[in-house]
Each structure stands twice: as structure tokens, then as C-alpha cells.
């Protein structure tokens, strides 16, 4: 899971080297404003998960140790899910209008030092989605996933370090 989890930061960087710093910086601001739209209405919709999707039976058995202070898991895994499902759903929507400005890649106002700084927000905005990817995964009840979470240092740093990000995680579950 880490080599993976390193793979995808490294697409992050090169992705966000190619479209330079302000083309990355708008997409960076996407993907932090789909962050701050799921986070306004996930309780919305997770209200109605319960009657439409069922939480999997053998989850009473499966202890979570990536996150042990889970006060009720079904209840966490519906938010989860629908944060997930609007998150989703606007990045792509986000993603949309972004794309209007792809002439952006081609204007090289700050040269190297753009590219460079493209690379760092193209991290950014990597890791920022891999930790709604990841909690996402944590809250699911499958024991083989939980474990490759679990074995992966990389994936339990990003859990435990991603700015801001961890601790509303964690306050929302």
C-alpha cells in the first residue's frame, strides 16, 4: 500500500510540475472547496443511507484499529460514504470548469520557479485526496483492508499528519 500510495505522489508532483503554478493553484482551490462542499452536506445524505444501503453484517466482528475511538462504525461509515459520493461528485463538477483554463499550461510567467512550485501544489492537492481516499477505505469494514492500511506507514502518516485535514476527519466521525 505505501508503494502505491508513493506512486500516486509522485504522479501528483509530475502532474502538477507540467501544468505549472497557477493552473495547479486553481486546481488545488477545486479540490480544497469539493473538501468544504462535502464537508457542508454530507449529514444530508448520510440521513438516508441507512434505509438505502445496508452496512455489511460481518462489520459487528471486525475490531477498527485505525481508528479505535469510533464511536458508532455504522453510523461513521453512511457519513463517510456520503462525503465520499460529494466529494466525488463536485471535484469532477470542479474539475469542469478548471479545464476551461488549461490554456493557462502554456503561459510560463514564472519559468522554473512556477514548475517547482507547481510540484509542490500538485503534492498538496495529492495528499489531500488521498486522505479522503484513505479515510474512506478506514471506515469500510473488511479486515483485509483495515490490515493494508494498517502495515502501511505512509498511509497511517497521512491519516494521522495531513494539515487540517485529520483532525476535522476525525471530529466528523
Known amino acids: 500500500m505505501s508503494i502505491i500510495i508513493f506512486i500516486l505522489l509522485l504522479i501528483g508532483m509530475v502532474i502538477g510540475y507540467r501544468r505549472g503554478v497557477i493552473l495547479q493553484l486553481l486546481h488545488l482551490v477545486g479540490t480544497i472547496s469539493a473538501i468544504i462542499i462535502s464537508a457542508m452536506n454530507y449529514e444530508?445524505?448520510?440521513a438516508r443511507f441507512d434505509m438505502i444501503m445496508p452496512y455489511p453484517s460481518t462489520a459487528q466482528s471486525v475490531h477498527?484499529?485505525?481508528l479505535p475511538d469510533l464511536a458508532n462504525a455504522e453510523y461513521?461509515?453512511?457519513d463517510m460514504t456520503a462525503f465520499f459520493i460529494i466529494f466525488v461528485v463536485s471535484k469532477i463538477l470542479i474539475q469542469l470548469v478548471v479545464s476551461a483554463f488549461d490554456?493557462?499550461?502554456q503561459i510560463s510567467v514564472f519559468g522554473n520557479v512556477g514548475e517547482i512550485a507547481g510540484l509542490v501544489l500538485g503534492?498538496?492537492?495529492m495528499i489531500y485526496i488521498l486522505t479522503v481516499i484513505?479515510?474512506?477505505l478506514a471506515i469500510i469494514p473488511l479486515e483485509f483492508i483495515q490490515n493494508?492500511?494498517?502495515d502501511s506507514w505512509l498511509a497511517t502518516f497521512i491519516m494521522e499528519h495531513t494539515f487540517i485535514l485529520s483532525d476535522k476527519f476525525i471530529?466528523?466521525?
Open 134 to 136: 484513505i479515510f474512506m
Open 76 to 78: 461513521a461509515f453512511y
Open 103 to 105: 490554456y493557462l499550461q
Open 171 to 173: 471530529d466528523w466521525l
Open 123 to 125: 503534492l498538496i492537492e
Open 148 to 150: 493494508a492500511i494498517g
Open 44 to 46: 444530508t445524505l448520510s
Open 64 to 66: 477498527n484499529p485505525l
